[in-house]
């Protein structure tokens, strides 16, 4: 099952040295725009603890974590829209993103050129926004011109989805995001089919110094994102790249001298999961402990299917045990003992840290 969260800003800013530090890659981080031209495309391993939990209940011979896929797009520019900078090229590499981690300069380096001259994130940011909407008025504009034709016609299904059009359409007049939990959930599946840019989730990653020269700036972009609820994870990402350079020990050493529980890393990988709506169950036996990665509130059928499609074609029943009466009961047989294995059919929605064990027939 690909998720794949989408890294996006302008040149320079840091995309590729954060791509890099994620997934511990080598690709190049010039300070020139369009160091990167197609997306690379990486799996970064989620931090959870719980599989260790787990592991020291079961001692597994193999431990597998759930993971995302990150993507380093090149950066975009003012007039991308338009086809500036290879700009069709990249923002179509955006659409079939299901994410965006929206990476914003707000540190200063003379050494690093900006591509508009001067520190300005608020302006950064609205660049980028507003290619994306005119890019989405673009694609809007074709599909009403076909919906119109069509409204004569009576046809209740266009009838919709040109209502939808017209809604989305006076939000980006506005220079607005696309807010879909202002949408039913009909209306989410006919948006869906846009492909739409404007309606991704977005979180941005406020790109610091390792001063304080950066509070201004940082300051600024976060009163902006407030207005649109978006979160802003602010980081240094020369330092986390540094820290993702060390092993395990010399990273705890360091993160005690710096007075950090944990890498802002981990942060950015949990918000890219999180606004992508996605949770964990675990299959857990002697030869593998794995963490499976599905959408909140699928059901257990679906839940198989991530497994193997033979598990979701031919489910009958999924042994379940929550986590904490996992550990409570010192794992599978003790959870039995003492009624805490649940057996549950079709319609049951798996809960995040559920341990399961599907029962099929194919």
């Not at 990150?70 to 993103?97: H, P, Q, T, Y």
């Amino acid at each position: 099952m690909g998720f794949k969260c989408g890294i996006i800003g302008l040149p320079n800013v840091g995309k590729s040295t954060l791509f890099n530090a994620l997934t511990k890659s080598s690709i190049p981080a010039e300070n020139f725009p369009f160091c990167t031209i197609e997306p690379n495309i990486g799996k970064v391993p989620l931090p959870d603890k719980r599989l260790k939990q787990i592991n020291d209940i079961v001692d597994s011979k193999k431990i597998i974590p759930a993971s995302l896929d990150l993507v380093d797009i090149a950066g975009l520019v003012k007039g991308a829209s338009d086809g500036e900078g290879l700009g069709n090229a990249f923002l179509s590499n955006i659409r079939e993103m299901n994410a965006l981690a929206h990476v914003v300069r707000c540190f200063k380096d003379e050494n690093i050129t900006h591509v508009d001259g001067c520190i300005d994130p608020v302006r950064d940011a609205e660049i980028i926004n507003f290619e994306l909407i005119m890019s989405d008025l673009d694609t809007l504009s074709k599909k009403l011109l076909k919906t119109e034709k069509l409204l004569k016609t009576n046809d209740k299904k266009n009838k919709v989805e040109h209502e939808i059009l017209l809604k989305i359409k006076n939000e980006l007049d506005k220079g607005n995001l696309i807010k879909l939990d202002t949408f039913s959930d009909e209306e989410k599946l006919i948006i869906k089919s846009f492909q739409l840019l404007s309606t991704k989730p977005t979180f941005y990653i406020a790109n610091i110094s390792d001063d304080d020269s950066s509070d201004e700036a940082l300051n600024n972009l976060i009163q902006f994102a407030k207005k649109s609820n978006i979160t802003v994870i602010p980081t240094s990402i020369k330092i986390e790249q540094e820290i993702s350079l060390l092993n395990e020990v010399e990273k705890i050493e360091y993160l005690e001298l710096l007075d950090i529980d944990e890498p802002v890393l981990n942060k950015i990988i949990f918000k890219g999961y999180e606004i992508l709506g996605l949770q964990t169950f675990f299959t857990a036996g002697p030869q593998e402990i794995r963490a499976w990665t599905i959408k909140k509130n699928a059901l257990a059928p679906n839940a198989a299917g991530v497994i193997h499609t033979d598990f979701e074609r031919g489910f009958i029943k999924a042994e379940v045990i929550s986590f904490d009466d996992y550990l409570l009961c010192n794992g599978e047989l003790g959870s039995k003992e003492k009624g805490k294995l649940r057996l549950e059919g079709k319609e049951y929605h798996v809960k995040d840290g559920d341990v399961i064990h599907f029962k099929f027939n194919v």
